[in-house]
């Protein structure tokens, strides 16, 4: 689903409202807004209010990591202080939200999409607590934007990884863009690093190749659909939490 129909898509985060604005005659599938990203956003607002999703410590069901070992790392004290960086930000909504949040993030993107990318960004922290970031008593991350071509090594090495978070919504969606996407996550995560994973099938052979190559790179965690905000919990969209291996 993409919100064509829609020329601005609002999302409350923390009490707050985001509002992007898209260019849906645009070429360039950056300029709008996918639904994964809001899905990603939401959980993880989900889970810091519940505290914790799985509701304990311990296994899971099945023996299967209990989903708090991954929510103990997505805790408001976790994330302060904490730097993420999102990949293929399109209108920088996974990212602004989770900046929200308290985390600390850079949003990047292909140069044709930096127009967009910059007006939303601009709209968006002048209208929130993102305007304070860094500021005495401010829970909000601070944002930067940065120009980011998964398959630039020197682009990569400029945003000095390894971060805290790798932030990826909605991006399997061409064949020829699954390898070098898989090695921007892995260049930009350290052994500590949690990523995380906003999925929709897009195309029959990316879906096939990421899931493929995917385990080679990273061990991977799904979220269950229960798990998610029930406001933002649809079928087709899904949570993935990868660690590097
Ligand atoms: C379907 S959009 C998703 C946008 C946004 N994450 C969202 O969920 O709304 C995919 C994004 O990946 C970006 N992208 C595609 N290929 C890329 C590449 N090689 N390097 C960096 N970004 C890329 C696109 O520009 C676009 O913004």
Redesign the pocket.
Known sequence: MKYAGYPVVDLTVAGETLRFEQDNGSM???T??????LVLVKWVEHILLKGGAGGGGGAGAGGSPSLSVVCEDIQPRTFSGKRGV??????G??GLGLALLGLNVVL???A??MPALKRNFKKNVSSTSLASAGKPGSKAGKVKIAQ????NEKQIAALKPPFDYVI????V??EN?VE??LN?MSALAGPHTIILL?YQI?QAEAHELFWRLCPDFFHIQQIPHTELHPDYAWDENDIYILKKK
């Open positions: 360039h599938v950056g709008s807004v996918w639904p994964s990203s999102d990949l293929g930000t399109g209108c909504v996974a990047t993107d292909i044709p999409v980011l071509y998964w398959e990826a919504a909605d991006v969606y061409l863009i070098p996407l921007a906003g897009r």
